[in-house]
């Protein structure tokens, strides 16, 4: 498995405060299943290290990994705030971007209220030559009144990254019950973990995997390409098209008595 999202870096967010918190992160990733990470530290207000400075820890890290003897594959990236992306120079983001390929970019969804200017985000992105994975959608309390809201950003190109843990109740039943509705609604492109400590939050990819497929009756082997097959296209900086679910309308259904306030156009 190849984990998109997580906070791996020690002493860079909130992240690990220790390299060696870092390595019992990786340890715990690679008994897991994981053989590949993006470090995705936040770049927001209070957490603002460079493009170069995320290049250099990772590099860091990698040299850190090795001596542990933890054979973890580590890529740099960014979970970037929609806030701080009007200050980013063209080639401030392709350093941000995944693996530096040039191509897609961490966008962090907000956890309160809904960013009014997505569209027009996500139509300037394309017209520079990026495209957007939107990050834990199923935790803003708009997308769980409203999971239809998204309709728009995944018909412009985005993709949506669920936190696995989201799936396991980690983050409180509104997260869970959005989380399974953006999956069997087929909006769900990428399982991440998320991870920001070796205890709480961990970098355990496989049972948020797990997770997930039961959500959506189905088994793990069926949604690896969410931790494999897109995660290498975004690495490459190649297009990634998600394979769309089969429909079911029994659960459908069911998910949409759980959201009385989606629109009548999302129940056809």
Not at 36 to 43: G, I, K
Not at 90 to 113: C, I, K, N, V
Not at 145 to 160: C, F, H, M, S
């Amino acid at each position: 498995m190849i984990d998109i999202h997580t906070h791996l870096l020690p002493g860079i967010d909130d992240g690990p405060s220790t390299e060696r918190e870092s390595i019992e992160m990786a340890q715990i990733a690679w008994e897991s299943g994981t053989r590949e990470v993006v470090c995705t530290p936040h770049l927001m207000a209070g957490s603002e290290a460079t493009a170069e400075e995320v290049h250099t820890a990772v590099d860091r890290m990698r040299a850190a990994l090795m001596k542990a003897k933890v054979p973890l594959q580590l890529h740099p990236g960014r979970e970037i705030s929609l806030t701080w992306l009007p200050q980013m120079t063209d080639e401030q983001l392709r350093r941000s971007t995944y693996g530096g390929a040039g191509r897609w970019l961490l966008l962090e969804m907000p956890f309160t209220g809904w960013p009014i200017d997505l569209t027009a985000i996500l139509e300037d992105l394309a017209i520079r030559g990026f495209q957007a994975v939107l990050a834990h959608p199923e935790r803003s309390q708009s997308v769980q009144r409203q999971p239809d809201r998204l309709r728009e950003a995944v018909g412009l190109g985005a993709l949506l990254q669920i936190t696995g843990s989201s799936f396991l109740g980690e983050h409180k039943p509104g997260a869970t019950r959005a989380a399974e509705a953006l999956a069997r609604l087929g909006w769900m492109h990428l399982l991440a973990s998320d991870a920001h400590s070796a205890t709480w939050r961990t970098p355990d990819l496989a049972e948020g995997v797990k997770a997930a497929a039961k959500a959506m009756d189905t088994e793990p082997t069926d949604i690896n390409w969410m931790v494999e097959e897109g995660p290498r296209a975004l690495l490459a900086g190649r297009e990634f098209r998600p394979p769309r679910p089969p429909a079911r309308p029994e659960l459908l259904e069911l998910e949409l008595r759980d959201f009385p306030d989606l629109p009548e156009h999302s129940r056809r």
